[in-house]
């Protein structure tokens, strides 16, 4: 019964932490939306989700790069297991090469908020329901 309690809250917790990193990497956008060359990025969630899962689905998991130094940082940054960055399609060519498209920024940033907040609310849900049973209630 635990593991499938753990199973499933791990499920939650890989999944949020994904929708801040994504909102992050849109966040980054927006505010290099006047920066030169400056190329979108966006992650595909269901495929990042699923290398986060375990199941890469198909596509070989994240190349590890050599670290010949103990003291180096290891690629990635902060981006969480499994996530895989992609350079957003240009809607729009504009003069300077930017291919930040403000709207469609603001839609993605504002849908994956949403979608954070459901799946917080959804959690808090499981552990009522959780703490409910055994409290016997």
């Known amino acids: 019964m635990i593991d499938r309690i753990d199973d499933t809250l791990g499920f939650h917790q890989r999944a949020l932490g994904l929708r801040a990193y994504r909102q992050e990497v849109l966040a980054s956008n927006i505010a290099n939306a006047d920066t030169p060359h400056y190329k979108a990025r966006d992650l595909d969630f269901k495929a990042s989700l699923q ?36 350079y957003r399609t240009e809607t729009q060519s504009s003069v300077d090469g930017n291919t930040v498209d403000m709207d469609v920024e603001r839609a993605a940033f504002a849908e994956n908020a949403l979608q954070y907040e459901a799946s917080v609310t959804f959690i808090n849900g499981m552990l009522r329901t959780l703490q409910s049973a055994m409290q016997g209630q």
């Open 51 to 86: 290398g986060a899962m375990g199941g890469k689905g198909g596509m070989g998991g994240p190349l590890e790069l050599a670290r010949t130094a103990p003291r180096h940082l290891p690629a990635g940054g902060n981006a969480p297991a499994g996530a895989r960055l992609l």
